[in-house]
């Protein structure tokens, strides 16, 4: 089983609804969680960041991370044709953002 | 520039070659990390420099696979012997400190044939 698990997806949905990208993850020293956003045949974008438990909204943005339950979320509001991507979350232990464990990434398609 | 920028772009060499891919940080940035990405597959940690520090090679699948980081700047991965299951796109990272969150290049495709 792998430590930090993601749908591939793809995942469709019409220019303007809320979009929910998930993640879950074993390895209860996970204190640092990352969303990364890569368009194809580019390097990932780094999109919000959150220590430990909580939520961070950045914009039509927003990460939420549940410890208790393993879980985290990133979610779009208002989506757009632009945000067709792959959605990757990453995860490091408490030492800081060394050796990011990522998971394989979640195909978003907006279709206008 | 501004961003991570990496070298080559693309790079296709026959089975048993040696290749070296370069990458250059963001100016400033001490730590720098090498991923794998494979077709279907998260990115996968190589190698992480930080500082003058000894590196964290705990990556690397194999020893035909080395990484070098000269003047703190600039480096290099070197893959020997390449084999078919080399391929995929390595991507580099770095990041202001190792506590900081890494900002990613474009990488390099490299395919074996």
């Known amino acids: 089983q792998k430590e930090v698990e993601q749908d591939p997806g793809p995942l469709s949905v019409p220019e303007g609804a809320i979009v929910s990208l998930n993640c879950t993850y074993s390895?209860?020293?996970?204190?640092?969680f990352m969303w990364y956003r890569q368009y194809s045949r580019k390097g990932p974008e780094l999109l919000m960041y959150?220590?430990?438990?909580g939520n961070k909204e950045d914009g039509r943005f927003t990460a939420q991370v549940d410890k208790s339950s393993k879980y985290i979320s990133l979610f779009i509001r208002d989506s757009q044709p632009s945000d067709s991507a792959t959605y990757l979350c990453?995860?490091?232990?408490?030492?800081?953002?060394?050796?990011?464990?990522f998971g394989t990434g979640t195909r978003l398609l907006v279709s206008p | 520039g501004a961003g991570v920028s990496q070298s080559p772009s693309n790079k296709v060499t026959e089975k048993g070659k040696d290749v070296e891919l370069r990458c250059d940080p963001i100016?400033?940035?001490?730590?720098l990390y090498w991923y794998r990405q494979s077709l279907g597959q998260g990115l996968e940690f190589l190698i992480y420099?930080?500082?003058?520090?000894?590196?964290?090679k705990s990556g690397l699948p194999s020893d035909r696979f080395s990484a070098e980081r000269t003047g703190g700047s600039v480096s290099t991965l070197t893959i020997q012997r390449t084999q078919q299951e080399d391929s995929a796109v390595y991507l580099c990272?770095?990041?202001?400190?190792?506590?900081?969150?890494?900002?990613f290049g474009d990488g390099t495709r490299l395919s074996i044939l």
């Open positions: 959150t220590y430990s438990s």
């Open positions: 990453a995860m490091s232990g408490g030492t800081g953002f060394q050796k990011l464990v």
């Open positions: 100016s400033g940035h001490t730590a």
């Open positions: 420099f930080q500082g003058n520090s000894a590196p964290d």
């Open positions: 390895n209860s020293a996970f204190q640092y």
């Open positions: 990272a770095s990041s202001a400190r190792g506590n900081q969150p890494q900002h």
